[in-house]
């Protein structure tokens, strides 16, 4: 062992020493690159399924927000018909009055009066026809009353239970934000961890950086030999899908930061990174990653080709777009931002080729 690979090995211990975060070995003995790569692996699942999850809950929150405005609507549209009705109701019970009142002023207290004041019998026999209308009308009057009654409460109580519906609603969404910045909390935990890992990985791991290296390499020929396209452009570009085509237009957005529930073009999300690039193809894809696991058409890894989508677990957690020379690019995750890496993962999935 030369004194310049000696003094790799002294500074790569004393990194993992002073760390001190589960990054040493139980026997005080530094880990292999590959032990610390391992873990270093594992951490980066870790983050991207709680980002998965993460956004899961905020589509949740989002179909939410639409059932609390659809229920806004219908109670805004049942209070009107609840005003309608009760005013129905009250101009049917001032006729109704009214004709009481009639009567008393007349002192006639019943419809037989009416009936005992006729002259004759063609007299009565129009009172009776006369009051047979009245009775008739009266009783209408009286069970259209009961009726709008009876659905002024149902619309009463419909409300209600649409409001507590609401409530009920809303305090799911708290309870889910409330989870939502719980998780925050500790994805910045694993992304600190994360960091310290990568920082011991760069001292000596010079074969994933060549790997990573010749792939940016490769992307950036690809992406000076295809037709200028600006990242913000929304026109359908009319070219295959599955292609150099797709890399040189998801180059266009290295760097871009991270953000949960990021759609594009200034912020993304695994998932809504690959939307982004195909969209523009016109290839329209779920939105998230574990559905658009089942798109396309399966590709064996031996298969794989710039422009293929990659998966990392099943249901997937993560997915990116595949660039060659065993790399893809993609949109990490918290803290991170859209860059090559390495597909070789041990929770790699499969791939699918979208036409």
Not at 207 to 214: D, E, I, R, S
Request: hydrophobic letters at 35%; charged letters at 25%; one cysteine or more.
């Amino acid at each position: 062992m030369n004194r310049k690979t000696l003094s790799a090995v002294l500074a790569l211990t004393v990194v993992l020493v002073v760390s001190g975060n589960a990054l040493a070995a139980p026997s005080g003995v530094p880990e292999s690159l590959n032990q610390i790569k391992d873990k270093r692996q594992q951490l980066e699942m870790k983050v991207e399924k709680l980002d998965n999850q993460i956004v899961s809950v905020m589509k949740q929150i989002d179909n939410n927000k639409k059932d609390i405005q659809k229920i806004s609507e219908n109670l805004k549209q049942n209070q009107i018909q609840l005003e309608t009705s009760q005013k129905g109701i009250k101009d049917k019970q001032a006729l109704f009055n009214k004709r009481i009142r009639a009567m008393y002023i007349n002192g006639v207290n019943s419809y037989v009066d009416v009936l005992l004041q006729s002259n004759s019998l063609g007299d009565l026999i129009s009172r009776a026809d006369t009051v047979s209308k009245i009775i008739g009308f009266d009783k209408k009057v009286v069970n259209d009353l009961k009726y709008n009654k009876e659905i002024i409460s149902k619309k009463r109580r419909s409300l209600d239970e649409q409001n507590n519906k609401v409530i009920a609603i809303k305090s799911d969404n708290d309870k889910k934000l409330s989870k939502l910045d719980s998780d925050k909390q500790e994805q910045i935990k694993l992304i600190v961890d994360l960091k310290d890992k990568e920082r011991v990985l760069a001292v000596a791991d010079t074969a994933t950086t060549k790997l990573v290296a010749v792939a940016k390499n490769k992307v950036q020929q690809v992406r000076a030999a295809a037709p200028k396209i600006s990242r913000g452009t929304s026109s359908v570009a009319s070219v295959p899908a599955s292609s150099d085509s797709i890399v040189a237009y998801a180059s266009n957005f290295l760097g871009t930061p991270y953000q949960w529930g990021g759609n594009g073009p200034s912020t993304f999300d695994c998932s809504g990174f690959t939307s982004y690039v195909y969209t523009h193809f016109g290839v329209s894809l779920p939105r998230v990653s574990s559905d658009q696991q089942n798109t396309g058409t399966a590709i064996s890894r031996d298969q794989l080709q710039p422009g293929d989508l990659v998966f990392f677990g099943y249901p997937a957690h993560h997915v990116g777009i595949y660039v060659g020379n065993g790399c893809y690019i993609h949109a990490p995750s918290t803290g991170d931002v859209v860059k090559v890496s390495p597909v070789d993962r041990p929770d790699y999935s499969g791939a699918r080729r979208v036409n």
